[in-house]
């Protein structure tokens, strides 16, 4: 069921980045360069509710960047973990006084994983439960003029499913935000 409404949602993100592209063609506006032409490798840390990671950005051409990232977050008797990727469409940049700034749409997908151990046994008895995740949105990255822009600032916002709702697997769907910071180099 969450594979057809994933694939349904990065049809859906495909076709308007297509015809967002098409409508700046046809409009005589220049499609502009990310900072992926740039800078085609970045890493840094990243924080997607509820946990914060390690992640790298990819630029495989002047509209798209992928992002694969590990979240952790650790709590007194489980652990909590997603490895994830993430594509962005991006769209025509604005360079400013302040810095670039490449708005985006994003599409992500995700594997989790919970390990419990029993408070109760001490570490004898652990499970672990697995889930697949999924998140949809928009956001921007700033490329400040101060730090030669080779420092990536991203915020954005979305909604997609992300872990688990206590120890039965369940998988909460709702709002997602977050950020991250991305040294790119030459």
Known sequence: MYIQK????????????????????????????????????GIGVNYS???PGVSARIGINDNFKVQASYSFKGYDYYNWSVLGIEANYIFTQSNTSIG????????????GTLKWTDPMIQKIITENYHWNGWNIGGGAEWFPEILDEKLGIIAKLGFGSYGTYGLNTSVATGLIYGGGIHYYFN
């Open 6 to 41: 994933l694939k349904v949602i990065l049809t859906s993100i495909t076709a308007l980045g297509l015809f967002i592209s098409n409508a700046q063609m046809n409009n005589g506006i220049e499609s502009g360069r990310s900072r992926g032409n740039d800078h085609k490798f």
């Open 49 to 51: 509710y509820p946990a």
């Open 100 to 111: 670039q700034i490449d708005p985006f749409i994003y599409a992500g997908f995700g594997r």
